[in-house]
Protein backbone atom coordinates (compact mmCIF):
# COMPACT_ATOMS: atom_id res chain seq x y z
CA UNK A 1 0.00 0.00 0.00
CA UNK A 2 1.12 3.16 -0.75
CA UNK A 3 0.32 7.03 -0.21
CA UNK A 4 0.55 10.13 -2.97
CA UNK A 5 1.91 13.09 -1.47
CA UNK A 6 1.22 16.49 -3.37
CA UNK A 7 3.42 20.00 -3.07
CA UNK A 8 3.45 23.07 -5.14
CA UNK A 9 5.69 22.05 -7.38
CA UNK A 10 3.79 18.91 -8.34
CA UNK A 11 3.50 15.00 -7.51
CA UNK A 12 6.35 13.44 -5.75
CA UNK A 13 7.34 10.17 -4.81
CA UNK A 14 5.28 7.16 -3.39
CA UNK A 15 5.94 6.99 0.34
CA UNK A 16 5.40 3.12 1.20
CA UNK A 17 2.55 2.36 4.13
CA UNK A 18 2.60 -1.04 4.84
CA UNK A 19 -0.41 -2.65 6.18
CA UNK A 20 -0.71 -3.44 10.01
CA UNK A 21 0.99 -6.77 11.35
CA UNK A 22 -0.96 -9.77 10.33
CA UNK A 23 -2.51 -11.09 13.44
CA UNK A 24 -6.23 -12.44 15.16
CA UNK A 25 -7.81 -15.08 12.97
CA UNK A 26 -7.45 -13.02 9.65
CA UNK A 27 -6.81 -15.96 7.44
CA UNK A 28 -3.75 -16.10 5.02
CA UNK A 29 -3.89 -14.82 1.75
CA UNK A 30 -2.98 -17.05 -1.06
CA UNK A 31 -0.52 -15.99 -3.59
CA UNK A 32 -2.73 -16.75 -6.29
CA UNK A 33 -5.33 -14.09 -4.92
CA UNK A 34 -2.41 -11.98 -5.18
CA UNK A 35 -2.13 -12.92 -8.83
CA UNK A 36 -6.00 -12.09 -9.06
CA UNK A 37 -5.21 -8.70 -7.35
CA UNK A 38 -2.97 -6.97 -9.93
CA UNK A 39 -4.97 -8.95 -12.80
CA UNK A 40 -8.15 -7.21 -11.88
CA UNK A 41 -8.78 -5.70 -7.52
CA UNK A 42 -12.91 -6.63 -8.22
CA UNK A 43 -11.82 -10.46 -9.55
CA UNK A 44 -9.52 -10.80 -6.32
CA UNK A 45 -12.12 -9.15 -3.99
CA UNK A 46 -15.35 -11.85 -5.67
CA UNK A 47 -13.71 -14.54 -5.26
CA UNK A 48 -11.68 -14.05 -2.01
CA UNK A 49 -13.76 -12.11 0.42
CA UNK A 50 -17.14 -12.76 -2.06
CA UNK A 51 -16.63 -16.75 -2.01
CA UNK A 52 -17.83 -16.76 -5.76
CA UNK A 53 -16.35 -19.16 -8.07
CA UNK A 54 -17.27 -20.21 -12.06
CA UNK A 55 -15.35 -22.40 -14.07
CA UNK A 56 -14.48 -21.56 -18.10
CA UNK A 57 -12.84 -23.50 -20.91
CA UNK A 58 -9.45 -21.88 -19.45
CA UNK A 59 -9.93 -22.97 -15.60
CA UNK A 60 -10.47 -26.46 -16.99
CA UNK A 61 -7.39 -26.49 -18.69
CA UNK A 62 -4.97 -24.90 -16.03
CA UNK A 63 -6.22 -27.80 -13.85
CA UNK A 64 -5.49 -30.23 -16.72
CA UNK A 65 -1.98 -28.48 -16.75
CA UNK A 66 -1.43 -28.79 -13.44
CA UNK A 67 -2.90 -32.41 -12.90
CA UNK A 68 1.06 -33.48 -12.42
CA UNK A 69 2.56 -30.82 -10.77
CA UNK A 70 -0.31 -30.65 -7.87
CA UNK A 71 0.62 -34.25 -6.93
CA UNK A 72 3.54 -33.78 -4.29
CA UNK A 73 6.78 -35.64 -5.01
CA UNK A 74 10.43 -35.35 -3.92
CA UNK A 75 11.37 -33.28 -0.79
CA UNK A 76 12.49 -30.02 0.45
CA UNK A 77 15.09 -30.44 2.67
CA UNK A 78 14.97 -27.72 5.63
CA UNK A 79 16.97 -24.71 5.27
CA UNK A 80 19.40 -25.96 8.24
CA UNK A 81 20.04 -29.09 6.52
CA UNK A 82 20.49 -27.46 2.92
CA UNK A 83 24.48 -26.71 2.56
CA UNK A 84 24.78 -23.28 1.17
CA UNK A 85 27.12 -23.44 -2.03
CA UNK A 86 28.60 -20.08 -1.69
CA UNK A 87 29.74 -21.35 1.80
CA UNK A 88 31.47 -24.44 -0.14
CA UNK A 89 31.49 -25.35 -3.55
CA UNK A 90 32.66 -28.92 -3.65
CA UNK A 91 30.72 -29.99 -1.16
CA UNK A 92 29.83 -33.79 -1.96
CA UNK A 93 25.79 -33.54 -0.29
CA UNK A 94 25.22 -30.64 -2.72
CA UNK A 95 22.87 -32.57 -4.98
CA UNK A 96 20.48 -30.92 -7.15
CA UNK A 97 16.66 -31.68 -5.91
CA UNK A 98 13.37 -31.06 -7.13
CA UNK A 99 10.15 -31.14 -4.60
CA UNK A 100 6.69 -30.62 -5.80
CA UNK A 101 3.54 -29.18 -4.69
CA UNK A 102 5.06 -27.71 -1.55
CA UNK A 103 3.10 -25.59 0.50
CA UNK A 104 4.17 -22.66 2.66
CA UNK A 105 3.28 -19.95 4.29
CA UNK A 106 4.66 -16.62 6.23
CA UNK A 107 2.90 -15.07 8.58
CA UNK A 108 4.39 -11.76 9.02
CA UNK A 109 3.67 -11.53 5.00
CA UNK A 110 0.31 -12.77 5.98
CA UNK A 111 0.29 -15.05 2.75
CA UNK A 112 0.32 -19.04 1.68
CA UNK A 113 1.23 -20.24 -1.40
CA UNK A 114 0.98 -23.92 -2.81
CA UNK A 115 4.08 -24.06 -4.67
CA UNK A 116 4.01 -26.07 -8.12
CA UNK A 117 7.86 -26.91 -8.27
CA UNK A 118 11.19 -26.00 -6.73
CA UNK A 119 14.14 -26.24 -7.68
CA UNK A 120 17.08 -26.53 -5.95
CA UNK A 121 21.13 -27.30 -4.72
CA UNK A 122 21.73 -26.60 -1.79
CA UNK A 123 20.28 -23.23 0.19
CA UNK A 124 19.45 -22.15 -3.20
CA UNK A 125 15.79 -22.81 -4.25
CA UNK A 126 14.05 -21.47 -7.43
CA UNK A 127 10.05 -21.59 -7.61
CA UNK A 128 8.70 -22.56 -11.00
CA UNK A 129 5.46 -21.72 -11.08
CA UNK A 130 3.43 -23.53 -13.89
CA UNK A 131 0.90 -21.71 -16.67
CA UNK A 132 -1.36 -22.75 -19.54
CA UNK A 133 -1.29 -21.41 -22.51
CA UNK A 134 2.13 -20.06 -24.40
CA UNK A 135 4.57 -17.33 -23.64
CA UNK A 136 3.15 -13.75 -24.10
CA UNK A 137 5.75 -11.67 -26.12
CA UNK A 138 6.37 -9.37 -23.79
CA UNK A 139 9.31 -7.18 -22.94
CA UNK A 140 9.50 -8.98 -19.49
CA UNK A 141 8.73 -11.93 -20.59
CA UNK A 142 5.65 -12.44 -18.90
CA UNK A 143 2.85 -10.40 -18.09
CA UNK A 144 2.78 -8.19 -14.64
CA UNK A 145 0.52 -10.69 -12.48
CA UNK A 146 2.18 -13.72 -13.10
CA UNK A 147 5.86 -12.30 -12.21
CA UNK A 148 4.28 -11.08 -8.87
CA UNK A 149 3.10 -14.26 -8.26
CA UNK A 150 6.52 -15.99 -8.06
CA UNK A 151 8.01 -13.28 -6.51
CA UNK A 152 5.42 -13.87 -3.70
CA UNK A 153 6.55 -17.43 -3.73
CA UNK A 154 9.88 -16.52 -3.38
CA UNK A 155 9.40 -14.04 -0.70
CA UNK A 156 8.23 -16.89 1.01
CA UNK A 157 10.86 -18.78 0.72
CA UNK A 158 13.39 -16.20 1.86
CA UNK A 159 11.45 -16.19 5.04
CA UNK A 160 11.84 -19.76 5.67
CA UNK A 161 15.33 -18.97 5.26
CA UNK A 162 16.53 -19.78 1.65
CA UNK A 163 18.18 -18.21 -0.56
CA UNK A 164 16.30 -17.24 -3.36
CA UNK A 165 16.93 -14.64 -6.19
CA UNK A 166 14.82 -15.41 -9.11
CA UNK A 167 11.86 -17.32 -9.98
CA UNK A 168 10.77 -19.28 -13.15
CA UNK A 169 7.56 -19.35 -15.34
CA UNK A 170 6.93 -22.46 -17.02
CA UNK A 171 4.04 -21.74 -20.29
CA UNK A 172 2.66 -25.40 -21.19
CA UNK A 173 1.51 -24.84 -24.43
CA UNK A 174 4.82 -23.26 -25.86
CA UNK A 175 7.03 -25.49 -23.08
CA UNK A 176 9.24 -22.24 -22.59
CA UNK A 177 10.82 -21.08 -19.12
CA UNK A 178 10.78 -17.72 -18.73
CA UNK A 179 13.38 -16.65 -15.88
CA UNK A 180 11.54 -13.83 -13.59
CA UNK A 181 14.35 -11.74 -11.93
CA UNK A 182 13.51 -11.03 -8.13
CA UNK A 183 14.55 -7.29 -8.15
CA UNK A 184 14.04 -4.32 -5.38
CA UNK A 185 11.15 -2.92 -7.80
CA UNK A 186 9.55 -6.57 -8.40
CA UNK A 187 9.90 -6.98 -4.79
CA UNK A 188 7.92 -3.66 -3.88
CA UNK A 189 5.15 -4.15 -6.43
CA UNK A 190 4.46 -7.73 -4.69
CA UNK A 191 4.43 -6.22 -1.55
CA UNK A 192 2.18 -3.24 -2.74
CA UNK A 193 -0.13 -6.06 -4.03
CA UNK A 194 -0.48 -7.79 -1.02
CA UNK A 195 -1.25 -4.65 0.99
CA UNK A 196 -3.43 -3.64 -1.35
CA UNK A 197 -5.61 -6.87 -1.23
CA UNK A 198 -5.46 -6.93 2.20
CA UNK A 199 -6.74 -3.61 2.78
CA UNK A 200 -9.54 -4.18 0.04
CA UNK A 201 -10.60 -6.72 2.00
CA UNK A 202 -10.85 -5.00 5.27
CA UNK A 203 -12.45 -2.16 3.71
CA UNK A 204 -15.51 -4.33 2.84
CA UNK A 205 -16.08 -2.34 -0.53
CA UNK A 206 -15.97 -4.31 -3.58
CA UNK A 207 -13.77 -2.16 -5.81
CA UNK A 208 -15.38 -0.86 -9.07
CA UNK A 209 -15.72 -3.17 -12.53
CA UNK A 210 -12.95 -2.32 -15.39
CA UNK A 211 -14.22 -0.40 -17.94
CA UNK A 212 -14.66 -1.96 -21.31
CA UNK A 213 -11.80 -4.09 -20.60
CA UNK A 214 -10.53 -6.85 -22.77
CA UNK A 215 -10.14 -8.93 -19.77
CA UNK A 216 -13.45 -9.26 -19.17
CA UNK A 217 -14.09 -11.18 -22.11
CA UNK A 218 -12.53 -13.94 -21.05
CA UNK A 219 -13.11 -13.53 -17.19
CA UNK A 220 -14.87 -16.81 -15.71
CA UNK A 221 -16.84 -14.12 -13.58
CA UNK A 222 -17.99 -12.26 -16.08
CA UNK A 223 -21.79 -13.21 -15.51
CA UNK A 224 -21.06 -12.65 -11.57
CA UNK A 225 -19.49 -9.51 -11.96
CA UNK A 226 -21.27 -8.02 -15.06
CA UNK A 227 -19.14 -5.12 -15.79
CA UNK A 228 -20.64 -3.63 -18.38
CA UNK A 229 -24.30 -4.55 -17.00
CA UNK A 230 -23.00 -2.19 -13.53
CA UNK A 231 -21.18 0.57 -15.72
CA UNK A 232 -24.36 1.27 -17.44
CA UNK A 233 -27.06 1.51 -14.56
CA UNK A 234 -24.28 3.46 -12.58
CA UNK A 235 -24.06 5.52 -15.77
CA UNK A 236 -20.75 4.89 -16.68
CA UNK A 237 -20.46 2.74 -19.25
CA UNK A 238 -21.64 2.23 -23.40
CA UNK A 239 -25.12 2.31 -24.11
CA UNK A 240 -25.33 -1.56 -25.28
CA UNK A 241 -23.23 -3.81 -22.85
CA UNK A 242 -21.01 -6.93 -24.45
CA UNK A 243 -23.11 -10.09 -24.86
CA UNK A 244 -22.71 -12.33 -22.00
CA UNK A 245 -20.05 -14.97 -22.83
CA UNK A 246 -20.82 -17.66 -20.23
CA UNK A 247 -20.30 -21.19 -20.88
CA UNK A 248 -23.57 -23.14 -22.13
CA UNK A 249 -25.26 -25.31 -19.64
CA UNK A 250 -27.28 -27.76 -21.64
CA UNK A 251 -27.93 -29.14 -18.18
CA UNK A 252 -32.22 -29.87 -17.02
CA UNK A 253 -34.12 -30.26 -13.75
CA UNK A 254 -34.71 -34.20 -12.94
CA UNK A 255 -38.05 -34.52 -11.75
CA UNK A 256 -39.03 -37.57 -10.08
CA UNK A 257 -43.07 -38.24 -8.86
CA UNK A 258 -43.45 -41.86 -8.89
CA UNK A 259 -45.07 -42.55 -5.33
CA UNK A 260 -42.28 -44.59 -3.26
CA UNK A 261 -39.50 -44.21 -6.45
CA UNK A 262 -36.26 -44.18 -5.33
CA UNK A 263 -33.29 -42.50 -6.45
CA UNK A 264 -29.31 -43.72 -6.47
CA UNK A 265 -26.20 -43.42 -7.80
CA UNK A 266 -24.37 -45.71 -9.96
CA UNK A 267 -21.12 -44.18 -11.23
CA UNK A 268 -21.50 -41.38 -12.97
CA UNK A 269 -25.78 -41.60 -13.51
CA UNK A 270 -28.41 -41.20 -11.16
CA UNK A 271 -31.17 -44.18 -11.32
CA UNK A 272 -34.56 -44.09 -10.72
CA UNK A 273 -36.04 -47.31 -9.54
CA UNK A 274 -39.57 -48.19 -8.54
CA UNK A 275 -40.21 -51.83 -6.32
CA UNK A 276 -36.24 -52.36 -7.36
CA UNK A 277 -37.03 -51.99 -10.92
CA UNK A 278 -35.34 -49.26 -12.53
CA UNK A 279 -37.85 -46.97 -14.83
CA UNK A 280 -35.40 -44.12 -15.50
CA UNK A 281 -31.50 -42.82 -15.55
CA UNK A 282 -29.96 -39.55 -16.32
CA UNK A 283 -26.25 -38.74 -16.38
CA UNK A 284 -25.00 -36.73 -13.19
CA UNK A 285 -23.35 -33.92 -15.58
CA UNK A 286 -27.02 -33.54 -17.54
CA UNK A 287 -28.81 -32.53 -14.17
CA UNK A 288 -28.92 -29.08 -12.76
CA UNK A 289 -31.37 -29.84 -10.24
CA UNK A 290 -33.10 -32.87 -8.63
CA UNK A 291 -36.59 -32.56 -7.72
CA UNK A 292 -38.38 -34.52 -5.65
CA UNK A 293 -42.34 -34.76 -5.44
CA UNK A 294 -43.81 -36.87 -2.78
CA UNK A 295 -42.66 -39.85 -1.25
CA UNK A 296 -39.37 -40.75 -3.00
CA UNK A 297 -36.28 -42.19 -1.37
CA UNK A 298 -33.07 -40.39 -1.75
CA UNK A 299 -30.33 -42.57 -0.47
CA UNK A 300 -27.47 -40.96 1.56
CA UNK A 301 -24.43 -41.78 -0.89
CA UNK A 302 -26.65 -39.80 -3.82
CA UNK A 303 -26.88 -36.91 -1.61
CA UNK A 304 -23.45 -36.55 -0.99
CA UNK A 305 -22.19 -36.69 -4.59
CA UNK A 306 -25.38 -34.03 -5.45
CA UNK A 307 -23.88 -31.68 -2.47
CA UNK A 308 -20.35 -32.40 -3.71
CA UNK A 309 -21.30 -31.28 -7.22
CA UNK A 310 -23.18 -28.43 -5.67
CA UNK A 311 -26.43 -30.11 -7.51
CA UNK A 312 -29.72 -29.09 -5.64
CA UNK A 313 -32.16 -30.92 -4.32
CA UNK A 314 -35.89 -29.47 -4.38
CA UNK A 315 -38.23 -31.04 -1.91
CA UNK A 316 -42.17 -30.66 -2.74
CA UNK A 317 -45.20 -32.40 -1.81
CA UNK A 318 -47.22 -34.55 -4.14
CA UNK A 319 -49.27 -31.26 -5.17
CA UNK A 320 -45.81 -29.44 -5.83
CA UNK A 321 -46.12 -27.30 -2.47
CA UNK A 322 -42.57 -26.44 -2.62
CA UNK A 323 -41.21 -27.87 1.38
CA UNK A 324 -37.07 -26.83 1.01
CA UNK A 325 -33.92 -27.86 -0.59
CA UNK A 326 -30.88 -29.14 0.22
CA UNK A 327 -27.57 -28.16 -0.56
CA UNK A 328 -23.96 -28.37 0.23
CA UNK A 329 -22.01 -26.15 2.51
CA UNK A 330 -23.85 -22.90 0.71
CA UNK A 331 -22.26 -19.77 -0.35
CA UNK A 332 -19.90 -18.10 1.96
CA UNK A 333 -20.64 -14.56 1.11
CA UNK A 334 -21.77 -13.26 4.60
CA UNK A 335 -21.21 -9.94 3.03
CA UNK A 336 -24.19 -10.27 0.77
CA UNK A 337 -26.48 -12.01 3.49
CA UNK A 338 -25.44 -9.14 6.18
CA UNK A 339 -26.54 -5.90 3.77
CA UNK A 340 -29.69 -8.10 2.85
CA UNK A 341 -30.48 -8.27 6.66
CA UNK A 342 -29.65 -4.62 7.13
CA UNK A 343 -32.00 -3.56 4.30
CA UNK A 344 -35.09 -6.17 5.60
CA UNK A 345 -34.99 -3.69 8.91
CA UNK A 346 -35.06 -0.30 7.24
CA UNK A 347 -38.56 0.43 6.20
CA UNK A 348 -37.70 2.71 3.30
CA UNK A 349 -35.26 -0.04 1.81
CA UNK A 350 -38.50 -2.27 1.73
CA UNK A 351 -41.04 0.15 0.34
CA UNK A 352 -38.28 1.20 -2.19
CA UNK A 353 -38.00 -2.32 -3.80
CA UNK A 354 -41.55 -3.57 -3.21
CA UNK A 355 -43.09 -0.79 -5.09
CA UNK A 356 -40.58 -1.64 -8.09
CA UNK A 357 -41.83 -4.92 -7.75
CA UNK A 358 -45.27 -4.86 -7.69
CA UNK A 359 -45.27 -2.28 -10.50
CA UNK A 360 -42.75 -4.37 -12.83
CA UNK A 361 -45.81 -7.16 -12.08
CA UNK A 362 -49.07 -4.83 -13.22
CA UNK A 363 -46.96 -3.86 -16.26
CA UNK A 364 -45.88 -7.57 -17.10
CA UNK A 365 -49.52 -8.73 -16.19
CA UNK A 366 -50.78 -5.98 -19.02
CA UNK A 367 -48.31 -7.05 -21.44
CA UNK A 368 -49.26 -10.70 -21.19
CA UNK A 369 -53.25 -9.59 -21.36
CA UNK A 370 -52.11 -7.76 -24.35
CA UNK A 371 -50.65 -10.13 -26.13
CA UNK A 372 -53.00 -12.38 -25.31
CA UNK A 373 -56.02 -11.12 -26.04
CA UNK A 374 -58.69 -13.61 -27.70
CA UNK A 375 -62.12 -12.87 -27.36
CA UNK A 376 -63.76 -9.78 -29.69
CA UNK A 377 -64.40 -7.35 -26.79
CA UNK A 378 -61.96 -4.51 -26.85
CA UNK A 379 -59.44 -4.95 -24.05
CA UNK A 380 -58.46 -1.07 -23.61
CA UNK A 381 -60.44 -0.19 -20.24
CA UNK A 382 -58.62 -3.23 -18.77
CA UNK A 383 -55.10 -2.23 -19.93
CA UNK A 384 -55.96 1.74 -18.80
CA UNK A 385 -57.10 -0.08 -15.37
CA UNK A 386 -53.94 -1.52 -14.94
CA UNK A 387 -51.99 0.98 -15.97
CA UNK A 388 -52.99 3.52 -13.54
CA UNK A 389 -52.35 0.93 -10.80
CA UNK A 390 -48.93 0.50 -12.11
CA UNK A 391 -48.66 4.47 -11.82
CA UNK A 392 -50.28 4.71 -8.14
CA UNK A 393 -47.42 2.22 -6.32
CA UNK A 394 -44.99 4.72 -7.49
CA UNK A 395 -46.67 7.37 -5.03
CA UNK A 396 -47.97 4.29 -2.03
CA UNK A 397 -46.61 5.78 1.33
CA UNK A 398 -46.63 2.39 2.84
CA UNK A 399 -46.72 -1.50 2.31
CA UNK A 400 -49.99 -1.98 2.80
CA UNK A 401 -51.45 0.83 0.31
CA UNK A 402 -49.11 -0.67 -2.18
CA UNK A 403 -50.63 -4.21 -1.48
CA UNK A 404 -53.67 -2.47 -2.06
CA UNK A 405 -52.69 -1.67 -5.07
CA UNK A 406 -51.68 -4.83 -6.00
CA UNK A 407 -54.90 -6.85 -4.98
CA UNK A 408 -56.56 -4.33 -7.18
CA UNK A 409 -54.95 -5.26 -10.07
CA UNK A 410 -54.81 -8.97 -9.68
CA UNK A 411 -58.47 -8.49 -9.70
CA UNK A 412 -58.59 -6.74 -12.56
CA UNK A 413 -56.37 -8.86 -14.32
CA UNK A 414 -57.59 -12.30 -13.38
CA UNK A 415 -61.14 -10.88 -14.38
CA UNK A 416 -60.18 -11.24 -17.99
CA UNK A 417 -57.86 -14.31 -17.84
CA UNK A 418 -60.58 -16.44 -19.13
CA UNK A 419 -60.36 -14.00 -22.18
CA UNK A 420 -56.60 -15.41 -22.98
CA UNK A 421 -57.81 -18.87 -23.39
CA UNK A 422 -58.23 -20.34 -26.49
CA UNK A 423 -62.53 -21.72 -26.50
CA UNK A 424 -62.55 -25.52 -27.70
CA UNK A 425 -65.52 -26.27 -30.07
CA UNK A 426 -65.72 -29.20 -28.29
CA UNK A 427 -67.08 -29.48 -24.13
CA UNK A 428 -64.47 -32.00 -23.52
CA UNK A 429 -61.72 -30.37 -24.50
CA UNK A 430 -63.05 -26.42 -22.91
CA UNK A 431 -61.38 -24.79 -19.77
CA UNK A 432 -63.66 -22.48 -17.60
CA UNK A 433 -61.69 -19.93 -15.47
CA UNK A 434 -64.51 -17.53 -13.74
CA UNK A 435 -61.64 -15.82 -10.95
CA UNK A 436 -58.59 -16.80 -9.12
CA UNK A 437 -59.19 -19.38 -5.78
CA UNK A 438 -56.48 -21.58 -3.98
CA UNK A 439 -55.75 -23.68 -1.15
CA UNK A 440 -57.55 -25.97 -2.70
CA UNK A 441 -57.75 -24.69 -5.87
CA UNK A 442 -61.43 -25.51 -7.53
CA UNK A 443 -60.91 -25.88 -11.06
CA UNK A 444 -58.10 -26.88 -13.57
CA UNK A 445 -56.62 -23.21 -14.63
CA UNK A 446 -56.03 -22.40 -10.97
CA UNK A 447 -54.68 -25.91 -10.18
CA UNK A 448 -52.36 -25.20 -12.96
CA UNK A 449 -51.28 -21.87 -12.40
CA UNK A 450 -51.07 -23.14 -8.24
CA UNK A 451 -48.59 -25.65 -9.67
CA UNK A 452 -46.74 -22.99 -11.88
CA UNK A 453 -46.19 -20.69 -9.44
CA UNK A 454 -44.89 -23.39 -6.78
CA UNK A 455 -42.28 -24.41 -9.29
CA UNK A 456 -41.23 -20.55 -9.77
CA UNK A 457 -40.85 -19.87 -6.12
CA UNK A 458 -38.83 -23.51 -6.01
CA UNK A 459 -36.57 -22.13 -9.11
CA UNK A 460 -36.17 -18.61 -7.32
CA UNK A 461 -34.96 -20.39 -3.91
CA UNK A 462 -32.70 -21.98 -5.87
CA UNK A 463 -31.54 -19.16 -8.04
CA UNK A 464 -31.29 -16.79 -4.80
CA UNK A 465 -29.35 -19.43 -2.57
CA UNK A 466 -26.61 -20.15 -4.64
CA UNK A 467 -25.71 -16.00 -5.31
CA UNK A 468 -25.88 -15.82 -1.60
CA UNK A 469 -28.74 -14.44 -0.63
CA UNK A 470 -30.99 -16.26 2.78
CA UNK A 471 -34.25 -16.82 0.43
CA UNK A 472 -36.60 -16.51 3.85
CA UNK A 473 -35.94 -12.72 4.39
CA UNK A 474 -37.75 -10.78 1.79
CA UNK A 475 -38.97 -6.80 1.41
CA UNK A 476 -42.21 -6.77 0.51
CA UNK A 477 -43.43 -10.47 1.89
CA UNK A 478 -42.43 -10.24 5.61
CA UNK A 479 -41.03 -12.93 7.47
CA UNK A 480 -43.75 -15.39 8.35
CA UNK A 481 -42.44 -19.13 9.82
CA UNK A 482 -41.08 -21.24 7.24
CA UNK A 483 -42.36 -19.08 3.75
CA UNK A 484 -39.63 -18.27 1.49
CA UNK A 485 -40.35 -14.13 1.31
CA UNK A 486 -37.23 -13.23 -0.66
CA UNK A 487 -38.32 -16.03 -3.37
CA UNK A 488 -41.81 -14.42 -3.29
CA UNK A 489 -40.37 -10.97 -3.37
CA UNK A 490 -38.57 -11.91 -6.23
CA UNK A 491 -41.11 -13.81 -8.32
CA UNK A 492 -43.63 -11.03 -8.61
CA UNK A 493 -43.05 -9.61 -11.95
CA UNK A 494 -42.31 -12.82 -12.90
CA UNK A 495 -45.53 -14.72 -12.73
CA UNK A 496 -47.37 -13.53 -15.67
CA UNK A 497 -44.13 -13.94 -18.02
CA UNK A 498 -43.35 -18.00 -16.50
CA UNK A 499 -45.78 -19.24 -14.67
CA UNK A 500 -49.11 -17.67 -16.45
CA UNK A 501 -47.48 -17.70 -19.39
CA UNK A 502 -46.70 -21.62 -19.01
CA UNK A 503 -50.37 -22.24 -18.47
CA UNK A 504 -51.91 -20.40 -21.31
CA UNK A 505 -49.18 -22.54 -23.50
CA UNK A 506 -50.45 -25.71 -22.03
CA UNK A 507 -54.11 -25.14 -22.56
CA UNK A 508 -53.96 -23.15 -25.65
CA UNK A 509 -51.29 -26.14 -27.71
CA UNK A 510 -53.49 -29.05 -26.21
CA UNK A 511 -50.76 -29.81 -23.96
CA UNK A 512 -52.99 -30.50 -21.05
CA UNK A 513 -56.85 -31.04 -21.42
CA UNK A 514 -59.58 -31.42 -18.55
CA UNK A 515 -59.27 -35.54 -18.70
CA UNK A 516 -55.66 -34.53 -17.09
CA UNK A 517 -56.85 -33.70 -13.35
CA UNK A 518 -58.47 -35.16 -10.13
CA UNK A 519 -61.11 -34.17 -8.56
CA UNK A 520 -61.76 -34.83 -4.65
CA UNK A 521 -63.63 -33.14 -1.93
CA UNK A 522 -63.33 -30.01 -3.85
CA UNK A 523 -60.04 -29.61 -4.45
CA UNK A 524 -58.56 -30.32 -8.33
CA UNK A 525 -55.19 -31.59 -8.72
CA UNK A 526 -53.18 -32.59 -12.22
CA UNK A 527 -52.95 -36.44 -12.13
CA UNK A 528 -49.10 -37.76 -12.70
CA UNK A 529 -49.52 -38.02 -16.74
CA UNK A 530 -50.72 -34.36 -17.00
CA UNK A 531 -48.05 -33.35 -14.31
CA UNK A 532 -45.21 -34.37 -16.29
CA UNK A 533 -46.62 -32.49 -19.79
CA UNK A 534 -47.48 -29.41 -18.13
CA UNK A 535 -43.56 -29.68 -16.62
CA UNK A 536 -42.33 -29.90 -19.50
CA UNK A 537 -43.94 -26.93 -21.09
CA UNK A 538 -42.63 -24.96 -17.54
CA UNK A 539 -39.17 -26.17 -18.68
CA UNK A 540 -39.43 -24.61 -21.58
CA UNK A 541 -41.02 -21.41 -21.11
CA UNK A 542 -38.38 -20.80 -18.17
CA UNK A 543 -35.56 -21.95 -21.56
CA UNK A 544 -36.66 -19.50 -24.31
CA UNK A 545 -34.23 -16.73 -24.82
CA UNK A 546 -35.76 -13.26 -25.17
CA UNK A 547 -33.48 -10.07 -25.68
CA UNK A 548 -33.09 -8.24 -22.52
CA UNK A 549 -35.05 -4.68 -22.95
CA UNK A 550 -32.24 -2.70 -20.89
CA UNK A 551 -28.87 -4.69 -21.76
CA UNK A 552 -29.83 -5.37 -25.13
CA UNK A 553 -28.56 -8.76 -25.31
CA UNK A 554 -30.44 -12.28 -25.52
CA UNK A 555 -30.79 -14.43 -22.45
CA UNK A 556 -32.91 -17.31 -21.32
CA UNK A 557 -34.94 -17.00 -18.55
CA UNK A 558 -33.31 -19.50 -16.89
CA UNK A 559 -30.22 -16.76 -16.67
CA UNK A 560 -32.30 -14.21 -16.67
CA UNK A 561 -33.41 -14.93 -12.79
CA UNK A 562 -29.41 -15.37 -11.73
CA UNK A 563 -28.73 -11.98 -13.06
CA UNK A 564 -31.93 -9.86 -11.64
CA UNK A 565 -30.32 -11.74 -8.09
CA UNK A 566 -27.13 -10.67 -8.99
CA UNK A 567 -28.27 -7.07 -9.57
CA UNK A 568 -30.24 -7.14 -6.39
CA UNK A 569 -26.96 -8.20 -4.60
CA UNK A 570 -24.98 -5.05 -6.33
CA UNK A 571 -27.92 -2.42 -5.22
CA UNK A 572 -27.77 -3.37 -1.56
CA UNK A 573 -23.99 -3.63 -1.25
CA UNK A 574 -24.57 0.01 -2.48
CA UNK A 575 -23.02 -0.31 -6.59
CA UNK A 576 -26.04 0.89 -8.34
CA UNK A 577 -28.63 3.50 -6.93
CA UNK A 578 -31.94 1.25 -7.40
CA UNK A 579 -32.87 -1.93 -8.61
CA UNK A 580 -33.66 -2.41 -12.26
CA UNK A 581 -36.77 -4.93 -12.17
CA UNK A 582 -36.96 -6.87 -15.50
CA UNK A 583 -40.37 -5.52 -17.70
CA UNK A 584 -40.72 -6.77 -21.34
CA UNK A 585 -41.92 -5.11 -24.24
Known amino acids: MTAITFTATGMQAELPLPFPEFAGDLPLLPVRMVNEYEYCPRLAYLEWVQGEWADSGDTVEGRWVHRRVDKSGGKLPAPADAKDKSDDDTAVDDKPYQARAITLSSARLGIIAKMDLIEGEGNVVTPVDYKRGKRPHVAAGAYQPERIQVCAQGLILQEHGYHCDEGV ?7 ERVRVVFDEELRQQTLSAINGLRLAAASGRIPPPLQDSPKCARCSLVGICLPDEINLLRGTGNVNPRPMATAENNARPLYVQAHSAKVAKSGEILKVSIKDEQVASARLIDVSQLVLLGNVYLTTPTLHELMRREIPVTWSSYGGWFMGHSQGIGHKNVELRTAQYQGSFDPQVCLHIARGLVRAKIQNSRTLLRRNWRSNDDPSAHLQRLK ?56 PVNAMLSFAYAMLTRQWAVSLSAVGFDPYRGFFHQPRYGRVSLALDMMEPFRPLLADSAVLTAINNGEVRPSDFISAAGSVNLDQSGRKRFIA ?49
Do not use: C, W
Open 537 to 585: AFERRLAQEITHPLFGYRVSYQRLLEIQARLLARYLLGEISSYPNFTTR
Open 169 to 175: IYFAASR
Open 388 to 443: RYADLTARAQDLNTLLGYEGSAASTYFSQFRNMIKQADNDEFQFDFMHRNRRPPSD
